[in-house]
């Protein structure tokens, strides 16, 4: 039986706490709505000391979705706990998050703190957690920088004072996945089964989902991501790449999720309309051009068996279809089903001179449209009908 991993959806914190992302309360309403239908496990609504907006999301959130595990963040103080506990009173399963930074350039520079400070901030709250909540997550921030050693004797004092989850954030996005996963297994090993591994991998290198599914490889249970990748700087782990990786590779990650992957696309979607910015075309699973063919080979192959191109259907992500994508580097096959499709029926000789005529207008452009197809379809029937005259 493959086992299940947690999917901790941090859109509305993370996410929404970078450039261009922030949600007024009722944005992220409507955006918690579609993370219910996508089937996140935890959804992790806000940062309640940080504003006003953020602690009425949070309990809005909260009272809104009883079905759903809602998470409130705090740093290791008990201002920042007593807010996130006040925050999740409607929730009927809350968790508490809270977080300090273990390595040593934080604690040198940023908290100005001793590693047993710190240690025993990181208890002491969630002690203070435990007393209003039963699921109480600590976060050792900057983790992929912090002296293991050091590391796990947080982690160890986190879970006797009653963390349940112990997430291990590559907060910069520095860890590469072999490097990662070492230190996943370590801190695992240490821990045993008192606790839940949790990843949280930045993606300032580009490697957020290759560092997650390196950390579920060696022994992580949870990851946190967010919806099209958003998140401080270069964005948090994509939670669609890491769902369809599991999914599509499920021969070398044999794990589950309780993810609607049909809801992927849908949920990208509205997510761009709420927020300054979509993903880019190329974008993995939910960019435009995720299913889209424009090479001559690519679509010939393409029409001929879906598989020859495409490692999942589109509608598994709630893509409606592929696109074949008509430019200069199209072939006959695609440009003849296009005609097809737009109510041609063309003989061999007009199809190849429609080609010839398409091939150098699109020479000149950077896709061409149907209308320009049409045009192009009518200047040759329209000559055909004259020297039929
Ligand atoms: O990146 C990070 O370390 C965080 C923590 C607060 C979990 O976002
Ligand atoms: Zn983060």
């Given amino acids: 039986m493959a086992e299940r991993v947690i999917i901790f959806d941090t859109t509305l914190r993370d996410g929404e706490q970078s450039p261009g992302c922030s949600m007024t309360v009722p944005e992220k309403l409507r955006m918690?709505?579609?993370?219910?239908?996508?089937?996140?496990?935890?959804l992790e609504a806000g940062f309640p000391i940080a504003s006003e907006g953020d602690y009425e999301a949070v309990r809005a959130i909260a009272a809104e979705f009883p079905e759903v595990r809602v998470a409130a963040l705090a740093r290791a103080c008990t201002l920042d706990v007593e807010r996130a506990a006040r925050a999740l009173e409607p929730a009927r399963r809350p968790r508490i998050h809270t977080f300090i930074?273990?390595?040593?350039?934080?604690?040198?520079?940023?908290?100005?703190?001793?590693?047993?400070?710190?240690?025993?901030?990181?208890?002491?709250?969630?002690?203070?957690?435990?007393?209003?909540?039963?699921?109480?997550?600590?976060?050792?921030?900057?983790?992929?920088?912090?002296?293991?050693?050091?590391?796990?004797?947080?982690?160890?004092?986190?879970?006797?004072?009653?963390?349940?989850?112990?997430?291990?954030?590559?907060?910069?996005?520095?860890?590469?996945?072999?490097?990662?996963?070492?230190?996943?297994?370590?801190?695992?090993?240490?821990?045993?089964?008192?606790?839940?591994?949790?990843?949280?991998?930045?993606?300032?290198?580009?490697?957020?989902?290759?560092?997650s599914l390196a950390g579920v490889r060696a022994g992580a249970r949870q990851i946190e991501c967010t919806i099209n990748g958003i998140g401080e700087r270069a964005g948090n782990c994509a939670l669609e790449e890491v769902v369809m990786?599991?999914?599509?590779?499920?021969?070398?990650?044999?794990?589950?999720?309780?993810?609607?992957?049909?809801?992927?696309?849908?949920?990208?979607?509205?997510?761009?309309?709420?927020?300054?910015?979509?993903?880019?075309?190329?974008k993995a699973i939910v960019g435009d051009n995720a299913f889209a063919h424009e090479a001559g080979i690519h679509q010939d192959g393409f029409l001929k068996e879906r598989t020859t191109y495409e490692i999942m259907d589109p509608r598994t992500v709630g893509v409606p279809e592929s696109k074949l994508v008509l430019g200069k580097h199209s072939g006959r096959h695609a440009l003849s089903k296009r005609c097809q499709d737009l109510g041609y029926a063309l003989t061999r000789e007009q199809l190849e001179e429609v080609y010839q005529r398409f091939i150098a207008f699109a020479d000149r452009k950077k896709g061409v449209r149907n209308e320009e197809i049409v045009a192009i379809i009518e200047q040759v029937l329209a000559g055909a009908a004259q020297a039929a005259d």
């Fill in 32 to 42: 918690a709505r579609k993370l219910v239908e996508l089937g996140v496990d935890i």
């Fill in 101 to 211: 930074a273990t390595s040593d350039i934080h604690l040198r520079y940023k908290l100005r703190k001793s590693r047993q400070q710190v240690l025993e901030e990181a208890a002491r709250a969630v002690e203070l957690s435990r007393r209003y909540v039963e699921d109480v997550e600590f976060s050792a921030e900057d983790a992929t920088r912090t002296d293991p050693e050091y590391l796990i004797e947080v982690c160890r004092a986190a879970v006797a004072a009653g963390a349940r989850t112990v997430n291990l954030p590559d907060t910069v996005g520095y860890s590469l996945p072999e490097e990662f996963g070492a230190l996943i297994a370590q801190v695992a090993r240490a821990l045993g089964d008192s606790a839940i591994i949790s990843v949280h991998c930045h993606n300032d290198l580009g490697l957020a989902t290759a560092n």
């Fill in 245 to 282: 990786a599991m999914k599509v590779r499920n021969d070398l990650l044999p794990f589950e999720t309780g993810i609607v992957t049909e809801q992927l696309y849908p949920a990208s979607r509205l997510l761009a309309q709420l927020i300054s910015f979509g993903p880019q075309p190329n």
